[in-house]
């Protein structure tokens, strides 16, 4: 399946949407770390893709191009759903984010 059917499928359905903001740590260490945690925080990624509630993500960049933070659209049939990932991703739990926003979103279908 391509990205744009697979993008329409993922946002064409029942589910709550929310927009996530993380912005990482600023110590020396903090891209080092985020870099050791990323290949986990991908797993989950892919995983939660395939179950439909991964829409899209990146990451946020400073203007050299450095990571400096992330952002995913992901969606959820439930607030239990949602904290149930909350409290097992990696960024999150691994401290790789100093902070985070949850907030509701809605995807346009354009």
Known sequence: MNFT???????????KQYLITGYDHTDQGALERRMNVRPTHFIGARELKKTGNFVFGGAILDNDGK???SIMVMQ???EDALEEWRQTEPYIIQKI??????KPFKVAEV
């Open 67 to 69: 990571m400096i933070g």
């Open 5 to 15: 059917l697979s993008f329409i499928n993922a946002i064409s359905n029942s589910m």
């Open 97 to 102: 984010w100093e902070t985070y926003e949850i």
């Open 76 to 78: 959820f049939e439930t």
